[in-house]
């Protein structure tokens, strides 16, 4: 089983010349692997090697290096360095707030709580679909109904709720 070799993020080198802009001394041989490496990259922990050009000028484009969280505005390396972008309004979260974020962010695509089979008022929304059936259209002929409980959503099957109860933006 062969390991993988370190590869420079800025200039690709897997070896270090003798004749190369080193700013570590090593005469007479090539540095190879970790021996090759002079910095990690802050964001993405990318390698970089010890080169005098690949130390001074940045070693990559880190996408996080301005992600701070939008709920509670701490950067990468203040929460643990996990970074996620909200599904909805594409900013940045940390892995404390993106559930929450995420859950105040969505919005039902039927905001009009219309069905969206005959554009009647929906009487029953399904959290999942993020859709409102009308009481003719909730009836599926897929998912069985059980009494006393609320109808199925008829697309996917999970539990509706009334739609009058939920208060959605």
């Known amino acids: 089983m062969s390991e993988k070799l370190p590869v420079c993020a800025q200039c690709g080198k897997t070896k270090c010349m003798k004749a190369s802009d080193c700013v570590i001394k090593h005469p007479g041989i090539h540095s190879t692997g970790m021996a090759m490496v002079g910095a990690v990259c802050d964001f993405c922990e990318a390698w970089v090697c010890h080169g005098r050009k690949c130390l001074s000028t940045h070693a990559c484009l880190c996408p996080l290096a301005d992600a701070d969280c939008i709920e509670c505005e701490r950067g990468v390396w203040d929460h643990g360095g996990r970074i996620f972008r909200c599904s909805f309004c594409q900013n940045f979260l940390c892995e404390d707030d993106q559930f929450e974020h995420q859950a105040s962010c969505q919005v039902l695509q039927a905001e009009t709580f219309k069905c969206i089979s005959c554009n009647r008022l929906?009487?029953?929304?399904?959290l999942r679909c993020k859709a409102c059936y009308c009481d003719d259209h909730?009836?599926?002929?897929?998912?069985?109904?059980e009494k006393g409980k609320a109808p199925p959503c008829p697309k996917c099957g999970h539990e509706t709720q009334e739609t009058k109860d939920l208060s959605m933006s």
């Open 122 to 126: 929906g009487q029953h929304s399904c």
């Open 138 to 145: 909730a009836k599926s002929k897929v998912f069985k109904q």
